[in-house]
């Protein structure tokens, strides 16, 4: 009987019962995509805050200190440390090794050159990868300079590695030097008895524009330095720092240390970068870490709360649809409650027709939203395809709060109705 | 029998049926405080957000050529040409010697106006204003020197003995350097300043505006925009900015439908009201006329509360997230007025089609 009533109900009141569901069916695609949007909104900023470059820089420990003024080294050390290329690989295995998007090993040498034009002059030259796979691996992470450096624009082609011989060398010229010295793409420079071949001119709005960027395994042959690197930039995901993480993690208890050093904090990355490579000094650079944090927690927050007035105006919005649609049916109640119904069964009827009007519109309105994120999602973030659609966390939480709301709604007019003696309701109508 | 105006009608409807017209409101509250929160938010979003983006630090440099100073006047140029807005520092680069005799990068500059510019420095405290010899060794320059409180430099035979306020961290070129106040550095080594760094606020055309007001203030000298900032801080901006619009597109329709279907649920439940108008000789336009301006009504009573609500909201969430107030916008309002008289219009209209194929008797006889 219970159950004919509950089907019945659904089958002849269809206007009533889209009514209800379309609301509900709204709420929850916009409660959805504005959460999905809202998970995800930390990883696609910082995405697009990788524009600013590397955020942890490593140098050898044992290094002469710098004397650069506006990036324009005056008195080049000579006999300094150095970092070991072949370490490198190594940061493949520290803890957050999978939060490593980008490395950028250089090694700054003098090279004496002659230009096409026939002059001999001294030019400052930066060892660099271009496309260079860390590990054999086939998996391995393939990065170098152009990857981290998104503002740099070049016209031409970067360097082949792999075409670097001891006779020849490919190499890409800075902007402006490529305009004192009136270089082309498709030039070829002599220095040091290397045939360099221009293949293309960089533009990066500092100092590297004065110079010329070779691979790093040429530069190293140059300088006769094998193996070595003088700074390396590395780009990596981070958690924004909080007070835990500018904590000295050699003053924490093992338990505390052992937190430190499970959070993608820059700090703790730092800190296993400085483990797993001998000899080097690994520092965050604040500029840009410090930043990314603040910008990152204002936009995500700005979508929670977003996200949370969305939240409130479709449980508004759901509540007074679904008490509107209880109140219309108060003849319906008076009628069975004359035929003996119990309220106890009639408040079971209606919180069931609520319950599965909810969880049906609420499954629908998660899939409607959560397409509706994805496509958002990838029109304004342009290149994350990756991104999965459907979150399964979100279905329970989404579907809890369609009943939660539904029911929530229905109650009073439901208490209102069942209150009122049933010959008042069925008189006013008559 | 007493004349039953028109107005009177009106008032009738909406204070007999209390209960109806209280939730028809507080729908219509909801959808105008829901439109007037995300509207202000929206129309301060751009300021917020380059605001946040300061923390980056100079957006220009501007560098003197290697062969003269800057023109004594050029700070002054800078700020007038840059706007009130902009952070200004100024910056004097020497080489001199530690007490090592390792050569080290002393930078003269305004520990005031840098602590405001580059706000990302790590200084256990910053120098005394009042100390001219205060200065700020960075981490690695700071290993190079013996004396680490009082740091003795020579520069080209002068001394000097400057009082470390504490190590600077960055993790940048500022780490090999010292610090000290430019009127020292200026009359220790007699070098002028050579680099003023701007920020300034907003997105890539008005850096490049400003860059085109330095450049005439400050012709023959190299005013350069640090590229990778102007261009991600607009990137980034536009996008949280396309964000906002498709949230609150989303929010505002979803919010529409369901007050919608609210509404119209109502006015369709008050079939026999409009059957017995019918039979007593109202004629259609009458009672369309009837609908509709009790809906106008509640949709205007909606917008009232519904704006003093939603900029509450947007003042809340504003100061949560930015840490900064959002004023009301009075200019959001003609929007929030026309999307809940749009509302009320269709709820009230709706029906009525639905009610005009209706007989009048059919309807009152229960059929």
């Known amino acids: ?430 | 029998m007493p004349h039953l105006s028109f107005t009177g009608m009106l008032r009738r409807s909406l204070v007999h049926r209390r209960a109806r017209s209280l939730s028809a409101l507080v729908a219509m509250t909801v959808s105008a405080a829901i439109a007037t929160a995300l509207l202000t938010l929206y129309a301060d979003l751009n300021t917020k957000l380059h605001k946040e983006f300061r923390s980056f630090g100079a957006n220009v440099v501007i560098t003197a050529p290697a062969s003269k100073p800057l023109p004594p006047d050029a700070l002054l140029r800078v700020h007038q040409a840059a706007g009130k807005d902009a952070l200004i520092a100024e910056f004097g680069y020497a080489v001199a010697t530690t007490d090592r005799g390792t050569s080290v990068v002393v930078a003269g500059t305004d520990f005031a106006a840098v602590r405001k510019l580059d706000s990302w420095w790590q200084v256990p405290s910053w120098p005394n204003p009042d100390d001219a010899n205060a200065a700020l060794p960075g981490q690695r320059a700071a290993n190079f020197i013996s004396d680490k409180t009082n740091l003795k430099l020579t520069f080209s035979g002068h001394p000097i003995t400057l009082h470390s306020a504490g190590e600077l961290r960055t993790g940048g070129d500022e780490d090999s350097r010292i610090y000290l106040p430019l009127d020292t550095f200026t009359q220790w080594t007699g070098v002028q300043p050579s680099v003023i760094e701007v920020q300034i606020p907003g997105g890539a055309n008005t850096v490049e505006a400003a860059i085109a007001r330095l450049r005439t203030a400050l012709p023959e000298i190299q005013v350069q925009p640090v590229r990778e900032l102007v261009e991600g801080e607009s990137r980034i901006v536009d996008r949280t900015h396309a964000l906002m619009y498709g949230a609150v597109l989303l929010i505002a329709l979803t919010v529409a439908v369901s007050v919608l279907a609210t509404l119209s649920a109502s006015v369709l439940e008050r079939r026999r009201d409009f059957a017995l108008m019918k039979a007593l000789g109202g004629s259609q336009t009458q009672l369309m006329a009837l609908f509709l301006l009790e809906a106008l009504a509640l949709a205007l009573a909606g917008v009232v509360l519904g704006f003093i609500i939603g900029s509450a909201a947007a003042w809340v969430i504003s100061e949560t997230n930015f840490h900064t107030a959002t004023l009301p916008h009075p200019s959001v309002l003609p929007l929030v007025v026309l999307l809940n008289i749009v509302i009320a219009a269709i709820a009230a209209l709706f029906p009525v089609r639905v009610l005009r194929g209706l007989q009048p008797a059919a309807l009152l006889k229960g059929e």
Request: proline fraction near 4%.
């Open chain 1, 1 to 430: 009987m219970f159950f004919r009533l509950l089907m019945e109900s659904f089958r002849r009141q269809r206007r009533r019962k889209m009514l209800a569901g379309i609301a509900i069916l709204l709420g929850t695609t916009a409660v959805t995509a504005m959460l999905a949007l809202a998970t995800t909104i930390g990883d696609r900023i910082h995405k697009e805050l990788a524009v600013y470059g590397a955020n942890i820089v490593v140098t050898p420990k044992a290094a002469n200190l710098d004397v650069k003024i506006g990036g324009v080294d005056i008195r080049p050390t000579i006999g300094n440390a150095y970092l070991h290329e072949s370490d490198l690989k190594k940061l493949h295995t520290i803890f957050w090794a999978n939060n490593i998007t980008g490395i950028s090993p250089q090694l700054p040498v003098q090279l004496d050159i002659k230009t096409p034009s026939g002059d001999d002059t001294t030019v400052s030259a930066l060892g660099l990868w271009f496309h260079h796979a860390l590990t054999n691996d086939p998996g391995s992470l393939v990065t170098g300079a152009p990857a981290l450096h998104s503002w740099w624009k070049l016209t031409g082609a970067w360097p082949q590695e792999a075409d670097s011989t001891a006779g020849g060398t490919d190499v890409v010229a800075g902007s402006s030097l490529a305009s004192t010295l009136n270089l082309k793409t498709g030039d070829t420079l002599t220095a040091n008895g290397r045939m360099l071949h221009v293949t293309g001119i960089v533009s990066t709005g500092d100092a590297t524009d004065k110079q010329i960027l070779l691979p790093l395994s040429a530069a190293q042959s140059i300088a006769n330095l094998p193996d070595a690197v003088s700074r390396v930039e590395v780009s990596a995901r981070t958690k924004p720092e909080d007070a835990f993480a500018r904590k000295d993690p050699d003053t924490l208890s093992p338990q505390q240390h052992e937190i430190w050093y499970c959070r993608p904090y820059a700090n703790s990355i730092a800190y296993q970068i400085r483990e797993a490579v001998p000899g080097a000094q690994a520092e965050q650079v604040r500029r840009v870490e410090q930043s990314e944090g603040t910008v990152l927690q204002r936009i995500s927050g700005l979508m929670w709360l977003v996200s949370l007035a969305a939240l409130l105006a479709a449980g508004f919005a759901v509540s007074a649809a679904m008490a509107t649609a209880v109140l219309e049916r108060r003849t319906e109640i008076g009628l069975m409650r004359s035929l003996g119904a119990s309220k106890g069964s009639i408040a079971l009827l209606f919180y069931s027709e609520t319950g599965l009007l909810a969880v049906l519109s609420g499954a629908l309105g998660y899939l409607l939203g959560s397409g509706l994120a994805a496509w958002l999602g990838a029109r304004i973030f342009s290149g994350d395809g990756s991104a999965a659609v459907l979150n399964p966390v979100l279905l329970p939480v989404i579907i809890a709060l369609a009943l939660i709301v539904a029911i929530a709604g229905s109650t009073p007019s439901i208490r209102a109705a069942l209150a009122v003696n049933p010959s008042t309701i069925l008189r006013e109508d008559a």
